[in-house]
């Protein structure tokens, strides 16, 4: 294990009743990286982002095999509180999932939960949640509006600032980009580049170009076995796998 290794994943294997969706999973995620999942549709990228902060919980029939250490504490072992996990280790899915309240109720509205009532604090959390999500600027007028009156873009950008506000140590972000137009998806992958400066970014992205354009690392997955996990410039420009190369080049997937 590296120093600067934030999660330690060993032998993992997880099964949805019989059928095994993940097959002896072995990586390191380095902190302040953006790291890539990338593979063709069903071969367990986002049940493998689940498990990182036990989402998978949430499944029936769900049961995860082997190690998955979080700063050095088995997540699945032991006394681990998983709301406190799921703080630390925040989520943003592919579609934006604003909750009906007003822009500055949706930053407020885990720090209110954590027990913060104080209104100077509460105006700081949200103001400095939403400049680290660089959208500050295009909301401060409208803080009491209606999070549904934003763009696609800008309320994935509000999902961001959400999870911001909880102070994660990492942040998991499932397709991010999908549902959005290029120049949101550019102010997204704009944004990532920035808040890894402090956060750990693992993604899941269907889009080679974005794997490529964002993340240090890169895991490619087929059929619920990561193939090859490795800096991003290794896996695109010298994969030492032939079947990563011919995903890569678009042979398969
Ligand atoms: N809740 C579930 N119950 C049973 N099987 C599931 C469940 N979720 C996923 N699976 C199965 O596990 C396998 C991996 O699915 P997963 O969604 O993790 O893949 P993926 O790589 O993220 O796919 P996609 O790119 O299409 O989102 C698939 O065969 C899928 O059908």
């Known amino acids: 294990m590296q120093n600067n290794t934030i999660f330690h994943i060993e032998n993992v ?13 072995q990586m390191d995620i380095q902190k302040n990286s953006v790291t890539a999942l990338i593979g063709p549709s069903g071969c367990g990228k986002s049940t493998f982002l689940r498990c990182l902060n036990r989402m998978n919980d949430l499944i029936d029939d769900c049961r995860i095999e082997g190690n998955i250490l979080f700063e050095n504490t088995d997540i699945y072992k032991g006394n681990m509180n998983v709301v406190d996990l799921r703080t630390r280790v925040g989520m943003v899915f ?3 999932n604003p909750f009906p309240m007003s822009i500055y109720d949706n930053i407020a509205y885990g ?11 509460l105006d700081a959390i949200v103001k400095q ?3 680290k999500a660089a959208l500050w600027e295009e909301v401060k007028d409208r803080l009491k509006d ?3 009156g934003l763009s696609g873009g800008q309320q994935q950008r509000l999902c961001i600032a959400r999870a911001i506000a909880m102070e994660p140590e990492v942040i998991l972000m499932d397709e991010p980009t999908s549902a959005l137009d290029p120049i949101a ?3 997204i992958e704009a944004l990532m580049e920035e808040l890894k400066n402090e956060y750990t970014i693992i993604i899941v992205t269907h889009s080679m ?3 490529s354009r964002v993340s240090d690392y890169t895991a490619f997955f087929l059929m619920g076995e990561v193939v090859e996990f490795d800096k991003t410039s290794t896996i695109f420009q010298q994969p030492k796998d032939q079947r990563t190369e011919d995903y890569i080049t678009g042979r398969f997937g």
Not at 13 to 25: R, T
């Open 13 to 25: 294997d997880l099964f949805y009743g019989e059928k095994q969706a993940l097959k002896q999973i």
């Open 146 to 148: 209606s999070a549904f």
């Open 185 to 187: 998806t550019a102010k």
């Open 209 to 211: 170009q974005q794997a």
């Open 94 to 96: 592919q579609k934006p």
């Open 129 to 131: 949640s939403l400049e």
């Open 111 to 121: 720090p209110r939960c954590q027990g913060i009532k104080d209104k100077t604090i």
